[in-house]
């Protein structure tokens, strides 16, 4: 089974434009989770989609937004970049229907940067 | 969810077991242990998870102590590519993590 795949790998964006991520879950798997990582704040959840909607949300402003499509693929998208935005952005995919006992597969990572 | 303190940094020699401890005093019954690890910039790989009872696969073995308010992840014979940074996660109902700081291991040749 192909494991989950995230694109780009790699982008930079100047302050101000915004960018859009993609995220491809494993097959079978309904919830993708996104999470951003940096140096200071370490791995931080951001949000879950799970059928199209958004099941959870972390403590991110509205800046940061996402959305599933009928396939399970998800995109996650950051407006107005801040310098601060720097991060690797990792997606996370499970079947989403047993809770605490599930198991979350992560993928590579996109490693953005705001110039 | 409830809070893992995990040792900042721990070496082990290649070869030897590594015992990586994590605390969850404030864990409630429904709640599970799950261990990742990191190598640098890549992403989260999933070790092993467990409740109450101890676990073992292909990779680690976890320990989780009577009244659960302890764990240890053991690697049995450490490589050098199990270097990395290891988190420790307790996880309730809701499908989301949240990582710690989790603990960098270093093995040396």
């Known amino acids: 089974k192909a494991g989950v795949t995230q694109t780009p790998r790699y982008l930079i964006k100047t302050r101000g434009q915004q960018v859009t991520l993609s995220c491809s879950p494993i097959?079978?798997?309904?919830?993708v989770s996104w999470y951003q990582q940096t140096p200071g704040q370490g791995l931080q959840f951001l949000f879950e989609?799970?059928?199209?909607?958004?099941?959870n949300k972390g403590n991110f402003p509205g800046r940061f937004s996402g959305r599933q499509f009928s396939n399970s693929r998800s995109e996650m998208n950051v407006s107005t970049l801040e310098l601060g935005d720097s991060a690797l952005y990792l997606c996370?995919?499970?079947?989403?229907?047993?809770?605490?006992?599930?198991?979350?597969?992560f993928g590579p990572g996109t490693r953005l940067l705001v110039l | 969810d409830a809070k893992t303190t995990q040792p900042t940094s721990m070496d082990c020699a290649e070869g030897r077991a590594a015992n990586l401890p994590c605390n969850h005093s404030?864990?409630?019954?429904?709640?599970?242990v799950y261990w990742y690890r990191q190598i640098h910039s890549q992403g989260p790989q999933y070790i092993i998870h467990?409740?109450?009872n101890n676990e073992t696969n292909e990779m680690a073995s976890l320990i989780i102590t009577e009244d659960r308010k302890s764990s240890t992840l053991i690697l049995p014979h450490a490589t050098l590519r199990d270097t990395a940074v290891y988190y420790c996660?307790?996880?309730?109902?809701?499908?989301?993590?949240?990582f710690g700081t989790g603990t960098s291991l270093t093995v040396i040749p």
């Open positions: 996370a995919s499970s079947y989403g229907t047993s809770g605490s006992q599930e198991t979350q597969y």
């Open positions: 097959s079978g798997h309904r919830s």
């Open positions: 989609y799970f059928s199209e909607t958004q099941r």
């Open positions: 404030t864990i409630s019954g429904n709640e599970y």
């Open positions: 467990g409740l109450k």
């Open positions: 996660i307790v996880r309730n109902t809701g499908n989301q993590f949240y």
